[in-house]
Each structure stands twice: as structure tokens, then as C-alpha cells.
């Protein structure tokens, strides 16, 4: 196997760079990555950007055909370049390496891309080292740049750098049913900090608080889902009612049905408005259907129906 190797908090646009470089090498090709994210592991990263069933679903979209996912931990961590590459031959199937210019790999990070063409050279297995690829500002397109998007709800500049919508596929958990009481019922996502896997390590990054225009899917095990559907996706503690807990919030326009315990995927596609604090609750549903009028004409504009069918595609097989 031609082997994509990264840790890949997503795949983002200059990832993608090198997966087209692997697939233009061999038929048989794929990623080599790390569950946990090192980042995560050693305490440099709070959250991901992508759980690792959002993960499969990225890779299922770009059509990767294999993936070799190798567990990072306090043994891994202490490996030296040279042990971590007896580690990897001994682990997975190489015919060779692609790697990005600024790769690194064990102990320390001291192990960069020459040494693993040396590394390579040594085995008699090509090794593909690609050029980084610059973002629309000439800066290099990079996890930490689109985590600093994410962060800053500037979802737009997200997507132009991984070169898809930031998305979130969560459980739907009961919450306090506010929104049913306005006529907006929501679904509850679970998207808090090591809600999903016991230690954190799928902790998810959650976009600024704000409201978003959204195109949502439901998974298939719920009945009655006919495929994409416009959305609003509120992220934040609702400071008209005081609350205290961040949480993230989807309202889907057209759709009736019990959503409670399926999976919601939620693509974001704008950024409508800040969190705001209002007099009540209704002026709070006012500019709730405000909100969805901006989301029906996004999800109109900026969802279209081969971007759209390639994604159900995708959850479909993770």
C-alpha cells in the first residue's frame, strides 16, 4: 500500500494534494493516521475538529479505500524516528510514503520529511514529499488555521480551506424543549467536551456561539427522512432564559418527527448573527423566523443537489 501518512484532523484542501498524489502511484492506497489525535493525547489540542465517525464520513466522500489507524499512547509517544518507523513497517503493509513538507514524526517531533526519505531510501520504498499549499490570503493551509475559523465562526473561511462546510454528526438528546414551546422545536445535539467517547478524545470543536444556516440529514435508521433538509443551527447558553450550558441547537425547517436517539448531521453553511439576549420570548420568536427565512434562502443557494447527493452518499457507507 502506497501509505498517506498524518495525523489528519480532517482532510483539508493541502491534505488533499497528497491523497491525489498516492492515488496517481498505485491502486492500492491509503491513510495511515493515529486514534487518538496525537494533539489530543499529549494535551497541546482541547478538541477536535472532526469526531472519528465525522472522519470516516470525510474519507468516504474523497473516496479513500483504505485506512490503517494506529493507537496513539504513552508507548507510541516515547518512540524514536527510527523506532516509530520499525513500528509502522511492522504495523501496516508500505510500499511506499506520501507525506506532506512540514510532516513530523516521533519523540519530540524530530523526525521531519528528509529523514523519512532516508528512512525510505534505506527500505528501497519511494517516498513523495509534497509542497504545502497556500490558502486565498498566500497562508498555509493548516488544521490550527480552520480550528482558528471554526473558533471565530467565520464558517465560510472554514470551507474555503477544507474545501467542504464544517459539519457536526451528533446523538439527539433531550433538552429543555424551549424552542417547542415557541413553535421551533429543536433538537439537542451532543456535542459536549468528552461527551462522546470516555476520556474526551472525541471532544468536538464547537463553531463561536451564534446562529448558522445549516443543511441537515438525519441518519437512515430514523423512518421518514427524505434527504437533505434547510436548517438553523443556534450554538450557545440561550441568554434569554439565562442558561448556562453551551449547547448546540437545530432547528429543522419542513421536517416532522421523532429524532431522539438518531444521529443528526448538520453542514454549516453561514453565519447569521451572534448570541443575543432579548426582552422575551416573543421578541425571541421574531427574530427566530428571521432566521429562518436567511436559512431557507442559504440552504436554496449554497446547498446544491451534486454537493448534496455526494454527502448522503458518504454517510451512507461510514
Not at 491523497?19 to 491509503?30: I, K
Not at 508500505?94 to 528512512?119: K, P, S
Not at 453553511?269 to 421578541?283: K, V
Request: with cysteine; proline share 4%.
Amino acid at each position: 500500500m502506497i501509505a498517506v501518512l498524518g495525523a489528519f484532523d480532517g482532510i483539508h484542501r493541502g491534505h488533499a494534494v497528497l491523497l491525489r498524489r498516492a492515488a496517481s502511484l498505485s491502486d492500492d492506497w491509503g491513510i495511515v493516521t493515529f486514534d487518538p489525535h496525537p494533539g489530543v493525547f499529549l494535551g497541546t489540542m482541547d478538541a477536535v475538529l472532526f469526531t472519528a465517525q465525522e472522519s470516516r464520513t470525510i474519507r468516504a466522500a474523497l473516496g479513500v479505500p483504505r485506512t490503517v489507524l494506529l493507537r496513539f499512547d504513552d508507548a507510541m509517544a516515547r518512540l524514536s524516528p527510527s523506532e516509530f518507523w520499525a513500528f509502522l513497517r511492522s504495523h501496516a503493509e508500505i510500499d511506499g510514503v506520501v507525506i506532506g513538507r512540514d510532516f513530523r514524526f516521533g519523540f519530540g517531533r524530530t523526525g521531519d520529511a528528509a529523514l523519512m526519505e532516508a528512512f525510505c531510501r534505506a527500505s528501497a520504498l519511494p517516498c513523495e514529499v509534497c509542497d504545502l499549499v497556500a490558502g486565498d490570503e498566500e497562508e498555509k493551509i493548516s488544521s490550527t488555521a480552520i480550528r482558528g475559523c471554526v473558533s471565530a465562526g467565520r464558517c465560510e473561511d472554514a470551507a474555503a480551506l477544507l474545501g467542504y462546510p464544517y459539519f457536526i454528526s451528533a446523538e439527539v438528546v433531550h433538552g429543555d424543549e424551549r424552542g417547542r414551546s415557541l413553535g421551533f422545536p429543536t433538537a439537542n445535539l451532543n456535542v459536549r467536551p468528552g461527551g462522546l467517547r470516555p476520556g474526551g478524545h472525541d471532544a468536538k470543536l464547537l463553531p463561536a456561539e451564534g446562529v448558522y444556516s445549516a443543511a441537515a440529514a438525519v441518519s437512515s435508521e430514523c423512518t421518514g427522512c427524505t434527504g437533505w433538509v434547510a436548517g438553523a443551527l443556534s450554538v450557545g447558553r440561550n441568554p434569554t432564559f439565562a442558561g448556562a450550558e453551551v449547547r448546540a441547537e437545530a432547528f429543522l425547517l419542513d421536517f416532522s418527527g421523532d429524532l431522539y436517539g438518531t444521529t443528526l448531521t448538520v453542514f454549516l453553511l453561514s453565519r447569521l448573527r451572534g448570541q443575543t439576549r432579548f426582552d422575551g420570548p416573543e421578541a425571541l420568536k421574531r427574530q427566530i423566523e428571521r432566521d429562518v427565512g436567511a436559512a431557507r434562502m442559504d440552504f436554496a443557494g449554497k446547498w446544491p443537489a451534486e454537493k448534496a447527493e455526494a454527502w448522503r452518499r458518504a454517510l451512507e457507507k461510514s
